[in-house]
Structures are given as C-alpha cells and as structure tokens.
C-alpha cells in the first residue's frame, strides 16, 4: 500500500491567516491526490482533486498543488468556517489510503 | 441531489458480522460512469479505505479486510451492502458510502458521501 504522511498534525492559526498543509506519498502517484475537509462530526467533504483542481462550489481560498510525492493545500486567507480536519488521499494505486489527518484549528 | 445514507446495526458482538446497507438517491446508481465505496472512520483517527464495488459488481477490497468484506450492489433497490466477519473492537467505527468517480486522465475522487453510520463492536 502507498502510505500518505501529513505534516502537520494539528496546526493553530487565526482568521485570516494563510496557512499550508503537506502531504507525502511513500512512493510517487503522479498528480493522483485529492484533499476532503471534515468537520466534527460530520462525512468528509471533497475540496480538490487531481492534485490541483477545485471542486464546484469550493472558496477560491483553497488551493492545491504539488506532484510525485510531495503535495500542499493552501487556505489563502482563513475564514471561521474554515477550522476543520484536512485529509489528504491518493488515487494512484488501490486501496485508495488517506494521510492521517490534519486538525486546523484556532 | 444525489444523497446517500448508511444504515444498519449500531452495536454488534465480537465475532458476528457487521452488516450495512447503504441506499442511493437518484439515477446515477445505475451509471457506468461511476463506482460505490465503503470508507470507515475509527473514533478520533483517520480514514481507512475498505474496498470499493461498481454497477455490475465487480469488486475491489482493501487486502487487509479482504478475508472478512463482502460488498454487493441491488440494483433494483438502488441500495449497497457491506458485510464484515468476525468483527473485534478494532472495527468500532464509522462507517461511510461514498460515490467514486473515476478521472479520464487518471485517478479518482469521491464526490458524494454518505453522513455515516456508528458502529461499535462489543460484547
């Protein structure tokens, strides 16, 4: 299985603020990476595909880049609904594994 | 709107099996276009992808559920199965549907999600 490593794990930040989260693939899976946001309980939301593509209807604020192994999701100016779980997760090869996770909050 | 919803069992017993359904709104359940996932959460850790099945059934599972999962689609009833042997404590999670959608260049991505199903193993 391709293991994905987010860094960080928790993260505090404030409205406003630009911040950045990584994601590592154990091994190179192109451009196939996407990001999903979770809030407490609640089912994960899809934000960026395809390493770099917005999901309709997602904030603009989000962006996401990156390729082979290392990859980034970037909040450009944080909101207060923006405090959430970051996931990361690859598509290159089956089973589809996510990163541990990220908690952003204030 | 597609939606999506989980239901099944809250509790189950060690060493019973977990059975789930998950019951698809809307036409795109009978789309070659897409596929149907099963994602389940334990409490406070990440997202463990469990196996994923298309319209026609084929399937795929995770390799370290695959002696336990059985997945399986009713098309006539729009509606998806996850059964899981043998459960222990350590499949205490939540459990979620979701609709794949597979990328023409490459890769996917799972656009429509279930809002979940607890289940806790325990005697």
């Known amino acids: 299985d391709i293991q994905m490593t987010q860094s960080p794990s928790s993260l505090s930040a404030s409205v406003g603020d630009r911040v950045t989260i990584t994601c590592r693939a154990s091994?190179?899976?192109?451009?196939?990476l996407n990001w999903y946001q979770q809030k407490p309980g609640k089912a994960p939301k899809l934000l960026i595909y395809?390493?770099?593509t917005l999901e309709s209807g997602v904030p603009a604020r989000f962006s996401g880049s990156g390729s082979g192994t290392t990859f980034t999701l970037t909040i450009s100016s944080l909101q207060p609904e923006d405090f959430a779980n970051y996931h990361c997760?690859?598509?290159?090869?089956?089973?589809?594994?996510f990163g541990q996770g990220t908690k952003l909050e204030i | 709107q597609l939606q999506l919803q989980e239901s099944g069992p809250g509790l189950v017993k060690p060493s019973e099996t977990l059975s789930l359904t998950c019951n698809v709104s809307?036409?795109?359940?009978?789309?070659?276009?897409?596929?149907w996932g099963w994602i389940r959460q334990p409490p406070g850790k990440g997202l463990e992808w469990i196996g994923n099945?298309?319209?026609?059934?084929?399937?795929y599972y995770n390799p370290s559920l695959k002696s336990r999962v059985t997945m399986s689609v009713d098309t006539s009833k729009s509606q998806l199965s996850l059964k899981l042997s043998s459960v222990t404590v350590a499949d205490t999670a939540v459990y979620y549907c979701?609709?794949?959608?597979?990328?023409?260049?490459?890769?996917?991505?799972?656009?429509?999600w279930g809002q979940g199903t607890m289940v806790t193993v325990s005697s």
């Open positions: 979701a609709r794949g959608v597979p990328i023409t260049s490459g890769g996917a991505f799972s656009d429509i």
């Open positions: 809307a036409d795109s359940f009978s789309s070659r276009s897409y596929y």
């Open positions: 099945i298309s319209y026609s059934g084929s399937t």
């Open positions: 091994q190179s899976i192109s451009s196939y």
């Open positions: 395809a390493a770099s």
């Open positions: 997760q690859q598509s290159h090869s089956l089973p589809f594994t």
